[in-house]
């Protein structure tokens, strides 16, 4: 039985808000139906990047809606109890057991350490703590520290609070590539921030003290951090990139597609009934030859645009010299023996400024490959458009001429 994952959601978001609305609780200033419906709004951004199918999407939207749920009953294990109350809602609706055990495994990796196990586990983890790296998180840094001193009863000093954030901040991090790359910079931004109000003595107290349940923070030399280029952020935007542009030339390639697929039906169609009866109605001799050129030409636009241009396959000694080989990209290398390739990647990786020369040539070729493609299946379906329409048109006009005889 297909399951109307859209109606489901709504249903989901409509018991989630009654739930809030019936356990209130005074205590929690921050872990409230605001703070769900930011996870929320965070784990859709995130999950629509990763384009994910709607079985996976409504998970962790689902996930999303209950991670916080079990705060009101037991606060210290909330994930086992949020994860326990999603799987009764959802068995109460006859959800399957797969989707289940996706939304309890995200809603039990989101517990400090955060564990995820798979990819919709990181884009839960990673929405529950999105507000790291906003501007906002002082102000909802204020709300958490008087929500623990409201909980556990106990009065906490802003230099106490501080410096648990800061060691906390510093041991955690992102586990997709959309948010360390969106976020990252913002977040340590935040922890600059933080160790600013605080004085020398504290600042050397905190970061060699080691938070409980997180890994040892590493103290770090300040200046040649600023010194050293962000190598991992570097990374990861070349890599989120290059993702980006794979999915547009799918997209194009899917586009291009249809329009042959459409148009190949018009033409064997045209062929097969409209050319048989034209010796007996001349009148549809323009309108049909209209219509066949243009399908005719949208075929061969769309597979303009999806055909494939090889290059010649190697390169020469001089071109790695020169630095201007991009190794990455098949076309030229598939010639070459795989010894001459080998000494050629080596080299590159040896080299930071010819590596990032070389990723920064595969997006450039990549776009403009893609520029090429969006360029020709535009003008394909702008063909295609006008031209129906200058088809339609002409068997109108053939058929009211052909009325008046």
Not at 259 to 275: A, H, R
Not at 295 to 323: A, H, N, W, Y
Request: one cysteine or more; a neutral charge.
């Amino acid at each position: 039985m297909l399951m109307n994952y859209k109606k489901l959601l709504e249903d989901v978001e409509k018991h989630v808000v009654g739930y809030f609305h019936t356990h209130s609780d005074p205590r929690l200033v921050y872990h409230n139906l605001e703070h769900t419906k930011g996870v929320v709004n965070a784990a859709q951004q995130i999950a629509n990047h990763y384009q994910l199918n709607e079985q996976d999407f409504f998970a962790v939207m689902v996930a999303a809606y209950f991670h916080d749920t079990g705060y009101f009953e037991d606060a210290l294990n909330h994930e086992a109890k949020g994860a326990l109350l999603a799987d009764d809602f959802l068995a109460s609706h006859k959800v399957n057991q797969e989707i289940r055990d996706q939304v309890k495994s995200a809603i039990l990796a989101t517990k400090i350490p955060q564990k995820p196990k798979n990819e919709i586990d990181k884009i839960l983890c990673d929405a529950d703590l999105f507000h790291l790296g906003q501007a906002d998180f002082r102000a909802k840094g204020k709300l958490m520290h008087k929500e623990n001193e409201r909980i556990y009863k106990k009065d906490i000093s802003k230099s106490d609070w501080r410096k648990k954030d800061i060691q906390f901040m510093e041991s955690h991090h992102y586990h997709t590539d959309y948010a360390t790359l969106l976020l990252s910079d913002q977040k340590q931004k935040n922890i600059e921030k933080l160790k600013s109000k605080l004085t020398a003595q504290e600042e050397i107290s905190t970061e060699l003290e080691e938070p409980k349940n997180f890994a040892p923070v590493i103290v770090k030399d300040k200046k040649k951090d600023k010194d050293n280029k962000p190598d991992k952020g570097i990374e990861t935007m070349f890599r989120i990139t290059s993702a980006n542009n794979q999915r547009l030339s799918d997209m194009a390639d899917n586009k291009a597609h249809i329009l042959i697929t459409v148009n190949s039906i018009m033409l064997s169609l045209i062929v097969s009934l409209l050319l048989r009866r034209l010796e007996d109605h001349g009148n549809l001799i323009i309108p049909t030859f209209i219509l066949l050129m243009v399908s005719l030409t949208c075929v061969v636009v769309s597979i303009l645009s999806t055909r494939p241009s090889i290059p010649k396959g190697e390169f020469t000694q001089e071109d790695m010299d020169k630095k201007k080989v991009n190794l990455l990209f098949f076309g030229n290398f598939y010639k070459m023996s795989l010894p001459s390739y080998t000494d050629g990647m080596i080299k590159v990786m040896n080299d930071k400024d010819f590596l990032y020369g070389t990723l920064i040539t595969d997006v450039y070729s990549q776009g403009v490959v893609l520029g090429r493609k969006y360029k020709l299946i535009r003008l394909a379906y702008n063909i295609f458009m006008f031209g129906l329409i200058a088809a339609v048109l002409a068997f109108v006009i053939a058929y009211a001429a052909y009325g008046k005889l």
